[in-house]
């Protein structure tokens, strides 16, 4: 029943209602001795605006149509909705496995969107974020690193040549020892320009105060600020924390301030830092750094100035450095990037591909989804044919069929999101570590919102198709077929279905190959070392304590030979900066003999600091020559191994030992050469390096390397390791100890994330792909039983039965495999970034796709066709 | 026949509609005004023609239900009468209206 009687609406009702009243009003008048004319004039006047009001009850009666309409179509789903939760009750199989595939998908991409949102989308947490720039030294000109670092003094340059900029903040890593509390400590921490944290980034305190420019300047207070996780993990969240005292790295630093929660700084390591202290730096004694490389900066730009502009003005100053400093800053420039896409920009191309691939699989679901409401469709090809018979109108039945598909879609993606969440913590945890803000991805707004939108979509898709298709059958010729006869125009949709699944999956399979077959590539490259069995960790010598040279050289081989007597060492040894971890700085260096290079032309190798035992312990062969040997000391002949490539490039045809380099001021005599390592990152290419002795040049910071004999765990060693430091100096600690093999694999790690994401995809469209297909072949089977009976009993035997059935299932794999690879040729340009030493043609990864895809389809399609072919023609054609 | 200025309070159709069709339903628009003007006697100044406005407002909030019939003297016209709805909202209203008059009526009293 509607609201207000169910008559249908009329106009001229309305000017019947009115006409009624003003007449009945003037039979009243006359009755109460009113004249004719003055009657109808008083009744008029009574009755007041006839116009005004005829088109407020106009305006009404629409309303209240619309109004009907709508609780019409609420009924009505309501109904069908009810209806679904019937129908699939009938078919829990169906249904259970529509469910099933709606969860993995909508959880799939939900999951991935999360982390790609966190890690590329959202903006930084920051005011005005889009005018926060990184500023880099580009070197390209000179065939170096798109992004280089600076000397202190190009940085200072910057902050006070560029007026695009409002503020410039300088900094550098800032790991730091903590001591005074228990035993020494490392912590994380990131050394910036006093207005970094302030006027830069904009970050408000949460107590206390950030850094003011007297905390800034050489012998200046040393002061420094904290994260509010580390005050709450290491100093147990004390009230009174302002004003009392770290020792960082042997230096007592007032606590000034506390960072709030979750604010990382959005370059660098880009994940919340224990420490954050100001650099503090001596002017006068950095001058002569121009041109190195040490510092980065970030900057603010002024509002409404465009980072061309700020460009512009870098590049200028970079030419004006170029002629102040001859010789200085050849082929180098300063340039800005903006700094989310800076910050993003190493993840960028595998999240966008994970992206891709997420969506593919979704589509796939979404096919996958249709094809079982289309089987549906046709089991209930009675049912929908009695309802329409009955007077369901058309548009009835596609909105029950779309709702059916809305219902599922809707538990779909309910169960989606709880795959999402777990889908979530899983990618945190699977994703490479240093991901910068992957942490902070989780199950928000956003991504409820976009898990949403995906699950309205994925409805739509898999419901539009079969309530198109439902609309347009005709009643009479539904009811006229028989039960088992195949429903053509259906068999057609859902074949074109499963074609465009096989596509997703030999795409999605291709893709998978091709950065399996990468990663394999990747994983037997030579790295030039062997990590097995080696343990590493650091160990710095800071302070005045070790101001002098040989005070660090002794302790460090004192270090090294009471680690070399530890049970289970086989070899000690020590370098100035791990393969694949972290680096040392370049230097230019000349040959002695020959004419110098001219500006922009200098050659710069990288320099390994090692002492003895370094080459052996890492397996590092020594080609030619010599290694570094302990009689390599101070007041010896400063002496160089050089690596492979740089033998190769500068001494073609010469013996290059007993040459000599100099580096700096420094001459060296080559004594060895030793094989290339994979020193900066495994798909890099070779380039120059040295390494000479930490005797002759002591440095503060090395990493330690202990070979472990191979039935020893590397890490076994640790507790002695700390036992021997502390013996030597109580107040330093062993930081960031790791297995060398586990340092390997971390640098494989953002290949293996997309290896394994893509892998997984891949297989769930495989699955998926073979699902819609065998339901396809087992459906077709089934409906042309009749026809295979027939004949059958004409004569034609099993192999062409079988023939006739396998055709008509492999007719939409083979369609789908040929789309599959346009498509995969087609996105060549997305995956060629991301492969290392694989063509994106790689014919194994490519026709493996094929091959697994065919192999499985044909497993799907055998066994409906070898069931009908089996088959006794006598029974199927009694049974018809 | 007298008329007074007692212009009407917005709502008060409403409730008046609502009260009409209490007390003697199904009624027409017409039939609606007139017991309006013979229960108060006329002093209530009543635009007539805002009565069909509001009666097919509240029927479409579902007040009021209407259906074609034949008048006293054998004339089509729309009778209405009250939903199950606009019966509780005819008992909400009058209560409403006798507290707020009473509410009203104590104020003036007292402002004397």
């Known amino acids: ?880 | 026949m007298t008329e007074t200025n007692l212009a009407l309070f917005k709502g008060t159709v409403d409730l008046l509609i609502l009260a009409a069709l209490g007390a003697r339903e199904p009624l027409h628009g017409y039939g609606i005004a007139e017991w309006i003007e013979r229960t108060t006697g006329g002093a209530l100044l009543l635009e007539e023609g805002t009565l069909y406005p509001a009666l097919h407002r509240m029927r479409r909030q579902g007040l009021v239900a209407a259906e074609w019939g034949t008048s006293e003297n054998n004339r089509r016209a729309r009778f209405y009468r009250l939903t199950k709805k606009g019966r509780a909202r005819r008992a909400a209203g009058a209560a409403e209206w006798n507290r707020y008059a009473t509410a009203v009526a104590a104020a003036l009293g007292a402002g004397g």
Do not use: C
């Open chain 1, 1 to 880: 029943m509607l609201p207000g009687g169910t008559e249908p609406e009329r106009p001229e009702e309305i000017d019947a209602e009115i006409r009624f009243h003003i007449e009945q009003r003037i039979e009243r008048l006359i009755e109460e001795g009113w004249s004719g004319d003055a009657a109808r004039a008083e009744a008029l006047r009574r009755f007041g605006d006839v116009e005004r009001a005829r088109s407020a009850m106009k305006r009404e009666d629409r309303l209240r149509r619309w109004t009907m309409r709508w609780r019409d179509l609420r009924d009505a789903v309501r109904l069908d909705a009810r209806n679904t939760i019937t129908q699939w009750r009938r078919a829990p199989g169906i249904f259970a496995m529509a469910l099933l595939t709606l969860a993995l998908g909508i959880g799939a991409t939900t999951a991935i969107f999360s982390v790609v949102d966190a890690v590329l989308l959202r903006p930084l947490p920051f005011p005005a974020p889009d005018r926060l720039v990184a500023v880099w030294s580009d070197w390209t000109e000179r065939g170096g690193p798109e992004r280089e670092w600076f000397g202190w003094p190009d940085l200072v340059d910057v902050r006070e040549e560029v007026g695009a900029f409002e503020e410039v903040g300088i900094w550098g890593g800032g790991t730091r020892t903590l001591t005074g509390r228990g035993s020494p400590v490392q912590v994380s921490g990131i050394v910036a320009t006093e207005g970094t944290l302030s006027r830069v980034l904009r970050v408000r305190p949460e107590l206390g105060r950030f850094f003011t420019p007297e905390e800034d300047v050489a012998g200046g207070p040393a002061a420094v600020v904290i994260s509010h996780e580390f005050w709450q993990r290491a100093l147990g969240g004390d009230a009174e924390v302002i004003g009392s005292s770290l020792v960082l790295d042997g230096e007592p630093h007032e606590v000034i301030g506390v960072i709030p929660p979750g604010v990382a700084p959005p370059f660098g390591p880009a994940t919340v830092q224990d420490v954050w202290v100001t650099p503090r730096v001596d002017h006068a004694a950095v001058a002569n750094t121009r041109g190195n490389a040490s510092w980065r900066a970030i900057a603010r730009l002024h509002p409404g100035v465009s980072l061309a502009a700020a460009n512009e003005e870098l590049h200028a100053l970079g030419i004006a450095q170029r002629e102040a400093w001859p010789g200085r800053y050849e082929g180098q420039i300063p340039v800005a990037h903006g700094l989310h896409d800076d910050l993003t920009r190493a993840s960028a191309p595998g999240m966008r591909l994970v992206l891709g691939a997420v969506g593919l699989v979704l589509l796939l679901t979404s096919f996958n989804v249709g094809n079982l409401l289309l089987a549906r469709i046709s089991m209930r090809r009675g049912e929908l044919a009695i309802r329409a018979a009955l007077g369901a109108g058309r548009r009835r039945l596609a909105r029950q069929l779309l709702t059916e598909a809305g219902v599922l879609s809707v538990a779909g993606g309910l169960a989606g999101i709880l795959v999402g969440s777990v889908g979530i913590r899983l990618l945190v945890a699977l994703a490479p570590q240093g991901t910068p803000r992957i942490e902070t991805a989780s199950l928000d707004g956003r991504v409820l919102a976009f898990a949403a939108l995906v699950t309205l979509a994925s409805a739509v898709l898999a419901g539009v198709v079969p309530a198109l298709r439902a609309s347009r059958r005709d009643p009479k010729s539904a009811l006229a077929g028989r039960g088992g006869e195949l429903d053509r125009g259906g068999f057609r949709l859902r074949s074109t279905l499963v074609a465009g699944q096989v596509a997703i999956a030999v795409t999605l399979l291709a893709g998978a190959g091709l950065l399996g077959r990468s990663f394999q590539q990747l994983r037997s490259v030579d790295l030039g070392f062997e990590p097995t069995d080696v343990m590493t960790f650091r160990v710095s010598l800071p302070g005045v304590a070790y101001d002098d040279a040989d005070a660090r050289a002794v302790f460090q081989n004192e270090l090294a030979d009471r680690l070399r007597a530890l049970p289970g060492v086989t070899e000690v040894g020590a370098v100035s900066a791990l393969p694949l971890v972290g680096f040392d700085s370049d230097v230019t260096y000349t040959i002695e003999g020959r004419p110098p290079p001219e500006p922009g032309e200098e050659t710069a190798a990288w320099i390994r600091r090692v002492i003895p035992g370094y080459m052996e312990a890492m397996d590092l062969e020594v080609i030619a020559g010599r290694g570094i040997t302990p009689s390599d000391a101070r007041g010896a002949q400063p002496v160089l191994v050089i690596n492979e490539t740089l033998a190769e490039a500068r001494f073609p045809g010469e013996d290059p030992i007993g040459q000599r380099i100099h580096l700096g001021s420094t001459a060296f005599e080559i004594v060895g050469i030793a094989a290339d390592v994979r020193n900066f990152a495994i798909r890099d290419d070779w380039r120059d390096a040295v390494y000479f002795s930490n005797l002759q040049f002591p440095g503060r910071t090395l990493f330690f390397t202990v070979e472990m004999a191979p039935e020893q765990e590397p890490a076994s060693v640790l507790p002695g390791a700390r036992n021997v430091l502390a013996e030597l100096d109580a107040s330093l600690a062993v930081i960031a100890p790791a297995p060398m093999r586990d340092l390997v694999e971390g640098a494989l790690g953002p290949d293996r994330f997309l290896a394994v994401l893509l892998g997984s995809f891949a297989t769930l469209a495989l699955v998926l792909a073979v699902v819609g297909l065998y339901g396809v072949v087992s459906h077709a089977v089934a409906a042309r039983m009749r026809e295979v009976g027939v004949r059958m009993a004409l004569g034609a035997d099993a192999t062409q039965i079988r023939r006739l059935l396998l055709m008509r299932g492999f007719a939409p794999v083979a369609a789908g495999i040929l789309g599959g690879l346009v498509v995969t040729w087609g996105a060549t340009r997305f995956t060629q970034a991301l492969l290392f030493e694989t063509s994106t043609a790689d014919p194994v990864s490519i026709g493996g796709a094929v091959a697994l895809l065919a192999g499985a389809a044909l497993l799907a399609t055998l066994a409906p066709a070898l069931r009908a072919a089996r088959a006794d023609p006598a029974r199927i054609l009694r049974e018809e």
